[in-house]
């Protein structure tokens, strides 16, 4: 259960990415979910397969967690869209994979700094 609260995340913003890019497009928002699927199916490969990494320890907020779960939600996305008939262009495939890694691992990169910041400094 310790993966839950990265994978909601996530999740949130994925379907945030679905529903800038369709308002981006002056398509229906409330369509967001046609456009997201692929992508969250995708997230939750990409999470399975990196709690299968070897590296120790495992932590779902790291940025080695996070560019696993970037590339697979990316690539496994656009797999999905083409095989359910939909289209990956390129501008898309660039753009969706730019602003799913800002926000993927952005929240993690600053996670990171949080904890930094936070970790108890030794005197000199």
Partial sequence: MRYLPAVVVDAVFVLVFAVIGRASHEEDPLGFLMTAWPFLVALLVGHALAALVPA????????????????VTVGGGMLLRI????????????????????MLLGWRLIALLVRRYRAPRVAD
């Avoid at 501008?91 to 994979?97: D, H, N, Q, R």
């Fill in 83 to 102: 095989a359910s008939g939909d289209t990956a262009e390129t501008p898309f495939i660039i753009v969706a994979s730019l602003v799913l890694a800002a």
């Fill in 56 to 71: 120790r320890p495992r932590r779902p907020w790291s940025l080695g967690w996070g560019v696993v779960v970037w590339i």
